[in-house]
């Protein structure tokens, strides 16, 4: 729709000369010669091979390695997720080749959701560079070293829009804007496939979860979605579409049931719209054991009816679930599932079998034995360079009072807090084959920047959270949380007495990644007490504060707030976090990043979004009415809004022109402005763009975003910024859904956040 997505396809198809090798074997890579294959591989299998062929399985307790051997032997497994080195996937295609009757190859799935070996920011920070540019080369980079180590498919992007920071999964999305998040997962799409997925270095993407899991009530984990239709295809689904439109070949199916029916079960979603209505061509895949749960969920009475009802809705194939293996042939024997329906299934998966190359090289992603790495993690294997430029890129700067940022390399610096040294941590959720042991903390980092110039001192100061239960479930099933053996009085007094003996003290608090991850949903999302002391305890020694921000999701921070002089955002920054947090907090690097969701003042206050609609009755804070939507007990606004992030340097933006006062029916208007960088430093900042519908026949939100743009600009140098608006923009799906543009006024804001723009208005014609 933007210029912005036409760039960020050129740069994922011109990366590296190596990246777009292609395979070019016996089958032409057509969709009529696939048809044609897989219509006559289709004859020559038996039931049994072809409900095999809908079957994902990973290695476990339930499936060992052995059992998995067997089954593949016998024609019982269509693909496999969660192996990822070389040797054990080329064992497991061996037997799929070797010993198998019809030699159908496996395809190799895992969730490359921000980096494979090297760990990118996690999504909710990619979305905070808003630089697609970034996040195709994260994408390249990530589908290159899955490609590496023998995958075809990633479970990404998670294009799941939420207003929801309780939801420990909003780390794994793109945020609450439905514009941003389909940009970022186009650009994911496209970067991850590039030129086609059998290409040596790509992967096929799954964009995930169909549909509108973000929107779980009360942000609680799997829990339930009720929406209208309009809110669900104007706000949620537009961003899964951006991302089949840009070619993504998988779609996993969401565990949450969406107006009252289990996505896994909903025909309506699987068939009509996505077959029907969006001409969708690859394959859906269950999300993990959903066949089954949906006895729970009420709608099936018994494994046989779960089974048929989630063939019969459109699930091609079932992850970690023997549902459809056990009771598919008894449902066809019986004919409440016709061979029909176990044929369109398989047909899928035959499909991206094919589009993935497999057909041509069953081990074109994994080469000959003797080119398999002796170390799966080697230095050599990873990015680093670029995962400190990414990670850069993600930081937001929230506050900066008094220019307390950047730091000078000079004097001592007291580094304290519970995620200053945690190498674990920084990567983040879905961490997915990176080690901890190669990321970079932010102590390491530091001390990097300032070796020979500045004396560093480190103290822990508190515990990540000292309530015995959360550490509980954060340890369940890996020791990812340390208790410190010293009490929390001495850690906080050894850290008292590190931040008296400094120039200055950097607090690095927030979040385990444990805590922002799936089936992580938190009712309070202030930081736990320990680390509210120790920051008490710091502010005490009246030294200037920097806090260090890591966490997966919006924080409430109103007391840290005022308490910092500076306070910094960072995400989960990857395996080069420390060395990217450094550069921002000594100028090496000038902050850029945008909030790409709200951080409210409580939890109370949510869900709060930026484009939420007026009511009948908005509250004016200069003209306070008892009368109106308002809290009496705290203000309407988040804390920081979408949009928000703050430079070293500053920018001012000039009132926006436009190339005409109308816009003729189906025609187009230019906005512009010029930015000019007012500062004494060179900076990076994000243009937005919003628009109003001002008067429609259905309440339309106070603004939405349709364009940004990220522009360097030198200190004192001025760039004109133009988005062109067209019909498109104007769009909206009306009360008997239909996707309208109603002529009338429209608001044209831009700006540099959500709330500090400057308009213009047009007459849509
Ligand atoms: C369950 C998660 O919901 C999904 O996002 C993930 O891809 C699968 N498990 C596989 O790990």
Known sequence: MKWMCSVSLVVALTLQPAFAESLIGPHALTPEARDAFVTDLLKKMTLDEKIGQLRLLSVGPDNPKKAIREMIKHGQVGAIFNTVTRPDIRVMQDQAMQLSRLKIPLFFAYDVVHGQRTVFPIPLGLAASWDLDAVAEVGRISAYEAADDGLNMTWAPMVDVTREPRWGRVSEGFGEDTYLTSQMGRTMVTSMQGKSPADRYSVMTSVKHFAAYGAVEGGREYNTVDMSPQRLAQDYLPPYKAALDAGSGGVMVALISLNGVPATANSWLLKDLLRDDW????????????????????????????????????????MSDEFYSKYLPGLVKSGAVSEQEIDDAARHVLNVKYDMGLFNDPYSHLGPKSSDPLDTNAESRLHRQQARDVARKSIVLLKNRLETLPLKKTGTIALIGPLADSQRDIMGSWSAAGVASQSVTVLQGIKNATAGKATVLYAKGANITDNKGVQDFLNIYEKSVTIDPHSPQEMLDEAVTTAKKSDVVVAVVGEAQGMAHEASS??????????????????????PLVLVLMNGRPLALVKENMQADALLETWFSGTEGG?????????????????PISFPRSVGQIPIYYNHLNTGRPYDANHPDKYTSHYYDAVNGPLFPFGYGLSYTTFKVSPVTLSSKTMPHNGTVNASVTVTNTGRRDGATVVQMYLHDEVASISRPVQELKGFKRIMLKAGET????????????????ARMQQVAEPGEFNVMIGLDSVHTNSAEFDYL
């Open 522 to 543: 938190r009712s309070d999302i202030t930081l736990p007490p320990g680390q509210l002391a120790l920051i008490d305890a710091l502010k005490a020694t009246g030294k």
């Open 579 to 595: 060395n990217a947090i450094a550069d921002v907090l000594f100028g090496d690097y000038n902050p850029s990043g945008k909030l």
């Open 719 to 734: 760039k004109t910024v133009t988005f062109p608006i067209d019909v498109n923009d104007l769009m909206f799906w009306n």
């Open 279 to 318: 001409k969708f061509k690859g394959i859906t895949i269950s999300d993990h054991g959903a066949i089954k749960e949906l006895i729970k969920h009420g709608v099936a009475r018994d494994p046989q009816d779960a089974v048929r009802i989630a063939i019969q809705s459109g699930v091609n194939m079932s």
